[in-house]
């Protein structure tokens, strides 16, 4: 099993398609040279089931460690009422439907404002309640020395 990607594009947790003999494409039978005259991308390049884990890995690192965004309170509410949150907790909630993997957007609502993140759906309470507190500390001492965030 082979897969195409292009190396030269950040990495955004899918592959452009897949070779289970490691010669054609599973979907429209081209080989990695037609595909690049195709899409006119001398980039694309096939990789192995290893390589695309480990920049599943990474990719889903950087997903759910990233920094968490302000939000309005109008689009709290939306999040909230759009589906069934898939988990809810004190002030905060994951929406009902995953990003990608076992990531969710996480939303929550601190010190009167509101933010949003992707977050594993099942850490546990300690840690969301955890990141949330040491986020609103460093927001707070960010803000007070005149960083708006």
């Known amino acids: 099993m082979k897969y195409v990607i292009d190396p030269s594009e950040p990495f955004t947790g899918a592959v452009i398609t897949q070779m289970s003999d490691d010669l054609h494409c599973d979907y429209y039978g ?10 006119n991308n001398p980039r694309l390049t096939t990789i192995t089931p290893e390589e695309v884990a480990n920049l599943v890995n990474e990719h ?21 009422e759009c589906l069934p949150p898939a988990r809810v907790l004190r002030n905060c909630f994951f929406v009902g439907e995953c990003y990608q993997y076992d990531l969710y957007l996480f939303v929550f609502k601190v010190g009167g404002r509101f933010f949003e993140g992707k977050r594993v759906l099942n850490t546990p309470k300690e840690e969301l309640y955890a990141e949330i507190q040491d986020f609103h500390a460093n927001l707070t001492k960010s803000e007070a020395n005149g960083n708006k965030s």
């Not at 081209?30 to 899409?39: A, C, F, G, V």
């Not at 889903?60 to 909230?80: C, G, H, M, Q, S």
């Open 30 to 39: 081209k080989t990695i040279e037609e595909l690049r005259i195709e899409q």
């Open 60 to 80: 889903r690192r950087k997903l759910n460690t990233a920094p968490f965004v302000e939000i309005d309170e109008e689009r709290y509410w939306d999040l909230y």
